[in-house]
């Protein structure tokens, strides 16, 4: 049962990023992935989900933060029952895309709501929340609970005294902060370990930014209880936060409390809290993890496949594009781990006979055709490590190539009637560096 009429809020722990708070009848689930792989099979939990698609029964709202599917699992969406999904309210920030509200839809839930950007809504007499658009992408949420303030930051990027300021400035004072505390894509490639090292470095020094401006009675360490588990990406787990240690810096140099959750584990705000247990169990299944290696096995894709892919891509840029021909032309060079090596234009794919070219970054074949064929594609590439730069600064090279085709997974796209949209995207991307460099 969850907290009733006047009573603390209560959080159950799902997994990852997911997590239920139960107040006043209302049941909030924010992010639920509770199963399999994400990014295209570079992703995997640390440690089981024993939240099951029979306690959806217990959501009343259900809200994405954004739609990488780590948050947004589309899988296990599909897999409620359709009875449960029609008792359900999706919640969800503004886009241009419409995908994530289009998928909803389609699914038969009660209603799909999106939300204002900045302006609090009532879910019921005692809990309201307000969802911040984190510039083009991405959301936080704030809610208040029987006078508890949550701040759900996921994988918002408030990393300067002046941007965590200006969410302040909006939801008030925060009793439980929850934060990233891990890096989440790639850094380096295997021998660049001290990448990576700076990149989990980089994630305490933004804790502390966010503790030292937001106040926090309690913190909340969390959207990063994965690892990675394919053999191309494996590397990666070297230098990965563990939270057992990110909860001891939380409290012995931020002096915070650190709530850290086991997946199905409970806690009632502001009742005392032993965080150890469930982070030495993390940490238990971590160490479990590596020691049994990468789960997942790549799949070659033969030459006409690619081709085929690399046409169909071409054709979609064009076609979403017109004004395509006023940027510069761009190509990049791939080194296929179970081939050749190849040349990427807006023309297509050419297989080079030669393999003494430098290419710009190598990745197996499987991998290339996801970004041919999946818009999201080249982002989850990015997310999964998946590759390793063949020279330096090859992999700027090569997302650049799929840059456009990012925007245009989220509605932007070279027309007359679309540069409004772009023009607002510059604006935003001032303000951030205004706001970053306040403080």
């Given at each position: ?17 997911g ?66 999904r ?54 936080w ?21 002046g ?63 994965i ?23 939380i ?22 809290h ?58 990049t ?8 090596l ?69 509605g ?28």
């Amino acid at each position: 049962m969850g907290a009733g009429v006047g009573l603390p809020p209560t959080i159950e722990w799902v997994n990852h990023a997911g997590f239920l708070l139960e107040a006043d009848g209302v049941g909030l689930l924010s992010d639920p992935w509770l199963s399999g792989t994400a990014f295209n099979r570079g992703w995997r939990h640390i440690s089981p989900t024993r939240f099951t698609l029979e306690d959806f029964a217990r959501v009343t709202h259900l809200w994405f933060s954004h739609q990488h599917p780590d948050h947004f699992a589309p899988a296990d969406l599909r897999r409620i029952d359709p009875g449960i999904r029609a008792r359900i309210v999706v919640l969800y920030h503004h886009t241009i895309d419409k995908k994530v509200v289009r998928f909803c839809e389609s699914l038969g839930f009660r209603e799909l709501r999106e939300l204002r950007d900045r302006e609090w809504v009532a879910l019921s007499p005692s809990v309201e929340i307000l969802c911040g658009t984190w510039f083009d992408r991405d959301s936080w949420l704030a809610v208040r609970a029987n006078g508890t303030t949550f701040l759900n930051l996921n994988d918002c990027v408030v990393d300067s005294p002046g941007l965590a300021r200006k969410i302040r400035s909006l939801c008030g004072n925060v009793d439980v902060l929850l934060t990233q505390f891990s890096y989440a894509e790639w850094a380096g490639n295997p021998e660049d370990a001290r990448l990576r090292e700076a990149s989990a470095a980089e994630k305490l020094r933004r804790i502390r930014i966010q503790c030292e401006t937001f106040e926090p009675a309690w913190v909340i360490p969390f959207a990063s209880f994965i690892y990675w588990c394919h053999p191309e990406n494996f590397f990666m787990n070297d230098e990965m936060n563990e939270v057992l240690d990110v909860a001891s810096f939380i409290e012995s140099r931020l002096h915070r409390r650190p709530i850290v959750l086991y997946p199905g584990d409970r806690w009632t705000a502001g009742k005392p809290h032993d965080w150890q247990e469930a982070a030495r169990a993390y940490h238990r299944d971590f160490r479990d993890r590596i020691a049994e290696g990468a789960t997942e096995v790549p799949k070659s894709v033969d030459e006409a496949t690619l081709a085929r892919g690399a046409e169909q891509f071409a054709a979609r840029l064009a076609k979403r594009n017109p004004l395509l021909s006023m940027l510069p032309a761009t190509t990049t060079v791939v080194r296929l781990l179970d081939g050749g090596l190849v040349r990427l234009s807006r023309r297509g794919i050419e297989f080079l006979a030669s393999a003494d070219e430098t290419a710009d970054v190598r990745m197996h074949s499987e991998s290339l055709l996801f970004c041919l064929k999946t818009p999201w594609g080249a982002n989850a590439l990015h997310v999964n490590g998946r590759f390793t730069a063949e020279r330096p600064g090859g992999e700027r090279r090569f997302f650049d190539f799929f840059k456009l085709a990012d925007w245009n997974d989220h509605g932007f796209t070279l027309t007359l009637n679309g540069l409004p949209a772009w023009l607002g995207l510059l604006n935003e991307r001032i303000e951030r560096r205004v706001y970053a460099r306040l403080g």
